[in-house]
């Protein structure tokens, strides 16, 4: 996986080389984009998605990802499945909203490593085809920012080029696997094109994947001294609901009950005086729905 960073620029419109690509099907997407895809930290992120190009050009793929707040993408390669389709995948490192997106392009490099294998296969002569590909190399040795992954490129670059070589030799170096991850690793950025609109992912804590819930109304935990419960008498039962199995104590609203609306017991249209009404009543002179029930507590109860 590279995770070679580098800035964002979202709004450039594609090149001319670039129009020869043709991305489609992202996935995951919720709605087309319109709503967040969600992860928990760590969780694998699978991104797939269509990438074609016209006539029998190869192409490459790779992922790119980021925090939102972030202008420096990361990026991972994408493998092809067949039939058009590609994989990649990352694990978010950090809570909150990140972006992805599919990145694809025409691969020269690799159309010529395709065509120089089928041409020798046919027995035809491989000189010509052997010196385009040392342009392209030269190409992508000087787009690369790595010092030591363009000193590999232009050793590759010689030890193509020697005629002292065979051709068969000089062939079969044509086709080394890790030099053409080199330069596929620095495409021609004239020819890169970026799915649009960017992809949204909200990466949560693992609870957020399954908690089993428990709602408590702190009102039905009365003590000896009190006729109903506060907030501190509901801190005492934690540990009977976490030995129930519980994750998550969920409380109904604990702000101010409002006068209006106020409803009585059983839901009861009227409330009587010592009735303490519904909890979802808002509008009381004690405060609003940001504020805590006096008779529960404090908010640093």
Request: aromatic share 6%.
């Amino acid at each position: 996986m590279s995770m070679r960073e580098e800035s964002a620029d979202d709004t450039a419109p594609p090149q001319d080389g670039a129009r020869r690509v043709v991305i489609e099907q992202l996935t995951p997407s919720v709605d087309g984009g319109r709503f967040a895809v969600k992860r928990t930290l760590g969780e694998e992120l699978c991104v797939e998605a269509d990438v074609f190009a016209d006539g029998h050009a190869a192409v490459g793929c790779r992922l790119l990802y980021r925090l939102e707040s972030s202008p420096l993408w990361q990026r991972a390669p994408m493998l092809p499945l067949g039939n058009d389709r590609w994989r990649g995948s990352f694990r978010p490192q950090q809570l909150g909203r990140m972006l992805y997106t599919v990145e694809a392009w025409v691969d020269h490099l690799q159309t010529w490593r395709r065509d120089l294998g089928q041409r020798q296969a046919a027995g035809q002569d491989l000189t010509v085809e052997l010196s385009r590909g040392a342009q392209l190399i030269v190409a992508a040795a000087a787009r690369t920012e790595n010092g030591a992954h363009r000193r590999r490129l232009s050793e590759w670059l010689q030890a193509l080029d020697d005629r002292a070589r065979s051709v068969e030799e000089r062939a079969a170096l044509a086709q080394s696997a890790e030099l053409h991850a080199l330069a596929a690793d620095n495409p021609d950025p004239a020819q890169l094109l970026r799915y649009q609109p960017l992809r949204v992912l909200e990466v949560d804590r693992e609870r957020a994947r399954f908690s089993s819930w428990y709602e408590l109304f702190p009102r039905s935990l009365p003590s000896a001294s009190a006729p109903r419960g506060t907030l501190r008498e509901c801190a005492a039962h934690l540990p009977y609901v976490a030995q129930m199995g519980f994750d998550v104590l969920y409380l109904p609203p604990i702000h101010p009950i409002g006068a209006s609306e106020r409803r009585g017991p059983n839901n009861r249209p009227s409330s009587g005086r010592d009735d303490p009404g519904s909890p979802w009543a808002i509008g009381s002179e004690a405060g609003g729905h940001k504020s805590v029930d006096p008779q529960l507590g404090t908010l640093q109860d």
